[in-house]
């Protein structure tokens, strides 16, 4: 099936640093998600990117989806305690009638005050 | 709007008990799913139902059933819970186009002894 290698695992960052993390295919996408995971919490959607080369901003927060459409870039800007949690990818494929999601297995942000 | 609710949030079984999870959405969404999340990996689906009494296998059926009681609600039933069951498993509703984004809900943490 659909996999998304996401990339680092894990990073441990001072607070007001950048950060930078990705995210890959061996498939193309037609559309990349990016969710953000508090701890103990569901996934919240943060930026969803439809175009190739598309870059989205949401805050802090920008995302880039890749000329090829197999990658995807997450970037938070001065980062704060709040942004600790897991992110994640994901990507929409279409099966038996409806478009599932695939997501890479996360990065986990820690972030030291 | 509650969005996607679950319940319940927390349960502990043994093995070889049975028991059902339960979803429901107010966002008059067509398309739900079940994932489970286990630590170091991302969500992997479980059933979705692509619309109102259909239902398909994800990724990982295997010890599962589901039920679409109607638009709103979708459970998730462990027949015969083993210990591989404990996870945390995520409810999520889309209204069904490629460019629709997913809602989740908050999770139920189950733990099969």
């Known amino acids: 099936g659909q996999q998304l290698n996401q990339s680092p695992q894990s990073m441990f960052i001072q607070e007001g640093e950048d950060v930078s993390m990705n995210c890959t295919s061996s498939?193309?996408?037609?559309?990349w998600l990016w969710y953000k995971q508090d701890p103990g919490e569901g996934p919240v959607l943060l930026i969803a990117l439809y175009k190739a080369g598309e870059l989205t901003s949401n805050g802090r927060l920008t995302a880039q989806f890749g000329i090829t459409r197999k990658d995807s870039f997450l970037n938070i800007s001065a980062s704060i305690p709040s942004d600790v949690g897991i992110y994640f990818c994901?990507?929409?494929?279409?099966?038996?009638?409806?478009?599932?999601?695939?997501f890479g297995k996360g990065t986990k942000l820690s972030v030291i005050p | 709007n509650a969005g996607v609710t679950q319940t319940p949030k927390f349960q502990v079984l043994k093995t070889g008990q049975s028991m059902t999870l339960q979803c429901a959405q107010d966002m008059n969404h067509n398309s739900m799913y079940w994932y489970r999340q286990d630590p170091g990996m991302g969500l992997r689906l479980i059933y979705y139902s692509a619309s109102e009494g259909t239902t398909d296998k994800g990724e990982v059926p295997n010890g599962y059933n589901v039920s679409r009681l109607n638009k709103r609600e979708f459970s998730l039933r462990l027949e015969s819970a083993a210990p591989s069951q404990t996870s945390v498993y995520f409810c999520?509703?889309?209204?069904?186009?490629?460019?629709?984004?997913?809602?989740f809900g908050p999770g139920t943490r189950l733990l099969v002894l």
């Open positions: 994901a990507g929409p494929f279409s099966g038996a009638g409806s478009y599932q999601l695939t």
């Open positions: 498939s193309i996408f037609n559309t």
């Open positions: 999520g509703s889309t209204r069904g186009g490629p460019q629709e984004t997913q809602y």
